[in-house]
């Protein structure tokens, strides 16, 4: 594509802008599950549940499950062409699943990466090519370029954006405005995963009803939600809500819990100490909606605000500090559900009747509404784009 | 305040620990009750933190402000019209600038604290001073920012100045040996911003063109972090050793402190501690903010007996350092003595923002 020497290859030389396949291509799904099984053997004994993960997505029967839920036979789809994905630079792993939903949907891709250099990221571009040595994944080849060049280089994006199909931009609202400055052909697709904020909703009488282990397994949920990302994924939730009769019973117990755990197992560093502690000082001084604050350990920040009210404004907080209100009714959602909620995690209600719940009231921003423990569970389906169709077009034929 | 008018007849490390720590306790709490009042803002967070005694806390007890916070609100302890000028700084984390509004009596303050302080540096006497920077043309004489109040602060005990770099950030040679010839036969002052020195002294400097040694004479002052040329991994002893072959400058100081607290300026004795002047002091807290052993890296919180026109007497800083366990030295007097380790990185976290 180019030789210019501040951009750094770590998989393929050019992809190509049209090599498309159909979605869901036999020749994907056995690369997939060949990358399945190259990551899997390098990571065997170490410690990276999160491309443990991502093994597991990859795999065929994952892969092909999936095909079955999103799949329609009937019709006849092709990938867009060339997609240019432009990653975030903290959740390691993100790059590789924004890469995986554009060959699924039947792309070539041109994946920027962040400058920072994850262990993670190393291992993965070693896998990719490694299986892309194969003889039988030649074709592959030409749809998969990985490279890292410094985001202010700015004409390496203006190249990119003008020859894609679709852009892929992962990242702030401000890098978004950035890569949107560029232009792009004339049909190209822009899709933004933008800054947002997350919240869970508990029932606080079921909670209370659980036995001591089903509490211990829902915190290990609620922790892998949110200290495993150091609550910095935009599907953490920051705002708890709890509904029901026994609330301040089931809060004092839920934070006793997580406490626990927290102290048992979440490391951060020193400046989380700082983050934590300026965050609550801020708030304190300007924050009129505080009924009162916890500081249960340096991890874990509580602070309980008094009502919800239109358009509350919540503030992306990380390193475990969180907010938390009652609401009498569930129709109270609808005050943070403003353009930048992504995930509700809940429990202690039926998918039955959230599921109707969410269908008779329409509240604006709502992409995702999961049980605990499954916030960081990345899918074809993300931030409401339903990417293996926004990613192809269909020919109609009649 | 009054006991400042007899504290500055003083030599500025006068205090033993015990008188120390009983006049610190006294004017902090005194200035936590004032600020309490005077200060809107300030008063939130007390009552926020449900603070309760004001009046005869430990100093490890007295609240601090999270440097942090200074760029997010205007901490005013005086009505606006009694500012007489503004402090600004860029910290590291965000481009915001730290605002702090100092009226006349706290400015006055200050340079007469830096004037005590340096005295024990330096001597008493004004001299010949070169700075390691460009001249900067616009100077509102009411608002600073970090590099031209250190300038300016530093200049009262000059009696000459003289900017080494020209308009495009070069070295002017022609200026240099001027200044050299008039005064290398004396104690003369070179001044300037670590990254700056480290660029230009050390890096850019063309040894050709200089005679090393007019430098004997050099006392050279620097400061403002060592995060800009971190990247280059030059150690103190490193950044020294290379000034004294290239240039034969023997005496190197640093200097720290923080724009947020007017009267915490620290210089480094020759053993390479910084130590707390009578006006100042320092904690040095864990990750759960306790206080730490002396030996112990943690997080700094400075105190300070000046600031009246805003609540900063009390300040959590983003800089780590250790209060010196052993080896204590005798230069300049009593007060705590402590290193600093540098500032806290922006950790990498996970999570899905910024590219």
Not at chain 2, 79 to 97: A, H, R, V, Y
Request: glycine residues 6%; aromatic residues 12%; charged residues 25%.
């Amino acid at each position: 594509m180019n030789e210019d020497k501040s951009i750094e290859y770590l998989v393929g030389k050019k992809a190509k802008l049209d090599v498309f396949v159909e979605p869901f291509s036999f020749k994907i799904v056995s690369f997939l599950d060949d990358l399945s099984k190259s990551l899997d053997s390098k990571i065997n004994n170490k410690n990276f549940p999160d491309l443990k993960a991502l093994s597991f997505f990859c795999r065929k029967n994952n892969i092909l499950n999936l095909k079955s839920k999103h799949q329609n036979n009937d019709t006849t789809r092709f990938g867009l062409g060339l997609l240019f994905h432009i990653t975030p630079s903290n959740i390691p792993t993100n790059f590789a699943y924004s890469l995986i939903f554009g060959l699924i949907a039947g792309n070539s891709n041109i994946v920027k990466i962040p400058l920072k250099k994850f262990d993670e990221i190393a291992l993965i571009c070693k896998s990719i090519n490694h299986v892309l040595g194969k003889t039988k994944h030649v074709k592959i080849k030409d749809m998969i370029t990985i490279i890292r060049y410094d985001g202010k280089k700015d004409l390496l994006t203006k190249k990119f954006s003008a020859i894609c199909d679709a852009r892929l931009i992962w990242g702030g609202d401000q890098t978004i405005a950035n890569i949107k400055k560029f232009d792009t052909k004339p049909k190209n697709i822009d899709i933004p995963f933008s800054d947002r904020y997350s919240i869970s909703l508990i029932n606080s009488e079921k909670f209370l009803k659980l036995s001591e282990h089903k509490v211990l397994n829902l915190i290990k949920n609620f922790y892998n939600d949110t200290y495993a990302v150091d609550q910095n994924a935009c599907s953490s939730p920051h705002l708890i809500l709890w509904n029901g009769r026994l609330c301040e019973k089931a809060k004092k117990k839920f934070w006793f819990y997580l406490d626990n755990l927290v102290r048992k197992k979440y490391d951060s560093p020193l400046i989380s100490t700082v983050d934590n502690y300026s965050r609550l000082a801020s708030e304190l001084i300007k924050n009129k909606n505080i009924h009162s604050f916890k500081n249960l350990n340096k991890s874990l920040y509580v602070v309980t605000l008094k009502k919800l009210y239109p358009n509350l404004y919540i503030s992306k907080s990380k390193w475990g500090f969180f907010y938390e209100c009652n609401i009498n009714s569930l129709k109270n959602i609808g005050h943070v559900t403003r353009r930048g909620l992504q995930t509700i995690t809940y429990f202690g209600f039926s998918k039955k009747f959230l599921k109707a719940f969410f269908e008779a009231n329409n509240f604006n921003g709502i992409d995702r509404v999961v049980p605990f423990g499954q916030a960081l569970n990345i899918n074809l389906i993300w931030d409401g784009y339903d990417l293996t169709k926004i990613l192809s077009r269909e020919i109609e034929i009649r | 305040m009054h006991f400042l008018n007899n504290l500055i007849n003083q030599n500025a490390f006068s205090l033993n620990p015990i008188i120390k720590t009983k006049l610190f306790k006294k004017n902090l709490n005194f200035l936590t009750s004032f600020h309490y009042k005077k200060s809107n803002l300030y008063k939130k967070y007390l009552n926020g933190l449900n603070y309760q005694n004001k009046q005869n806390s430990n100093l490890s007890e007295i609240p601090f402000l999270p440097v942090r916070l200074f760029k997010e609100f205007d901490f005013l302890s005086i009505k606006k019209k009694e500012i007489f000028k503004t402090l600004f700084s860029s910290g590291t984390t965000s481009g915001n600038l730290s605002k702090i509004y100092i009226d006349k009596a706290n400015a006055l303050n200050q340079i007469k604290v830096l004037q005590k302080i340096f005295n024990n540096v330096i001597g008493n006497s004004r001299l010949p001073m070169l700075v390691i920077d460009r001249e900067n043309t616009i100077l509102d004489r009411n608002s600073f920012n970090a590099s031209a109040a250190a300038i300016k602060g530093f200049s009262i005990f000059a009696n000459q100045i003289v900017y080494l770099l020209n308009e495009k950030g070069n070295i002017d040679y022609k200026i240099l040996s001027n200044f050299l010839k008039q005064n290398h036969k004396n104690k003369f002052l070179i001044f300037g911003f670590t990254s700056n020195i480290y660029l230009n002294l050390i890096k850019k400097i063309n040894k050709k063109k200089i005679d090393i040694n007019n430098f004997s004479n050099a006392f050279l002052i620097h400061g403002g972090g060592w995060k800009k040329i971190e990247e280059k991994k030059i150690s103190r002893n490193k950044f020294n050793a290379y000034l004294n072959k290239n240039l034969g400058i023997k005496n190197v100081r640093n200097y720290y402190g923080l724009v947020e607290q007017i009267g915490s300026i620290f210089f480094e004795c020759k053993c390479g501690y910084f130590i707390a002047s009578n006006y100042s002091d320092i904690i040095i807290r864990d990750e759960n903010l306790n206080i730490c052993k002396k030996g112990e890296t943690g997080l700094v919180q400075l105190l300070s007996l000046l600031p009246t026109s805003y609540p900063g007497h009390s300040i959590l800083t983003e800089d780590i350092g250790e209060i010196v366990n052993d080896h204590e030295c005798k230069c300049y007097g009593h007060g705590t003595r402590f290193l600093i380790h540098g500032r806290l990185r922006n950790a990498e976290l996970r999570g899905c923002s910024n590219i």
